[in-house]
């Protein structure tokens, strides 16, 4: 068992977020978040990395709790990619993605071939390498998600966190992002992203985690737990599943 959450609870002053949240993840699990817009998962992502504090329950990483951990520890085992990273100081892609390997690096004032290297490698993979001389702040909202997430793969950790990585790419780029979170989990690397898209879910993903009214509804294979009856408690009766060649998916419901 990689992660543990175990009754998870979350509130602004008086107003709970989610409550009662408990999964666990596996090594080399494609796990998805599903929810609708303030359904708290980016809330739970902050709690699991630490940027928020839970009010109530427990996170514990590799059977140890989170808490325990010094920052430079987690930071070697969590890659953790946010909707966005505003940067007012013009870093270049290249130093950006170099941020990753911030954490494995001893020497600032001499880092090895081998961090360049790392960090050329997650440039590649993304196709980024046009875009490495250029500076973070004058690209747009698709490329710098493309950036963050080629950083979080520098980083080279045994679990990636990515929060609605595709929201703002084309269809292209959000196929190259899904086939890579398939290529880390054959590296038996384990990967949790939020995501609106439950057909993304349903194409790419072990297992989905639905989070509604502020609790886990559902946790499970996707073809299993993703029922027509569940989607409509998510999304309201205007969507249906269906089977297309054998696929199912969601689709917006004829009138």
Not at 54 to 74: D, M, Q, R, T, V
Not at 97 to 105: D, Y
Not at 109 to 114: A, G, N, P, R, V
Not at 204 to 223: E, M, S, T, W, Y
């Amino acid at each position: 068992m990689l992660l543990k959450v175990d009754q998870l609870g979350f509130q602004y002053d008086s107003q709970p977020v989610f409550q009662d949240v408990s999964f666990t993840l596996n090594e080399g699990e494609l796990c998805a978040i599903l929810g609708i817009n303030g359904s708290g998962k980016s809330t739970l992502f902050k709690c699991i990395m630490g940027f928020l504090h839970a009010k109530s329950g427990s996170i514990s990483f590799e059977g140890k709790e989170k808490n325990l951990y010094k920052i430079s520890e987690i930071a070697k085992k969590i890659a953790y990619v946010p909707q966005d990273h505003p940067i007012t100081f013009p870093y270049l892609v290249r130093e950006m993605v170099l941020m990753g390997r911030t954490v494995h690096i001893s020497n600032y004032f001499k880092i090895s071939d081998d961090h360049y290297l790392k960090a050329e490698e997650a440039l590649q993979a993304l196709s980024l390498e046009g875009l490495a001389d250029k500076p973070f702040n004058q690209l747009s909202g698709g490329q710098r998600q493309m950036v963050l997430i080629a950083r979080a793969l520098a980083q080279q950790t045994t679990l990636m966190l990515l929060d609605e990585p595709t929201s703002s790419l084309d269809f292209k780029n959000q196929l190259l992002i899904w086939h890579i979170l398939l290529q880390l989990k054959k590296e038996g690397k384990s990967v949790l992203v939020c995501t609106h898209d439950p057909n993304h879910v349903l194409w790419f993903c072990d297992r989905v985690l639905i989070l509604d009214n502020k609790r886990l509804i559902a946790d499970g294979p996707p073809k299993e737990v993703m029922t027509e009856q569940v989607l409509q408690q998510i999304y309201g009766p205007m969507c249906t599943l269906e089977t297309i060649a054998e696929k199912k998916m969601v689709l917006p419901r004829k009138n």
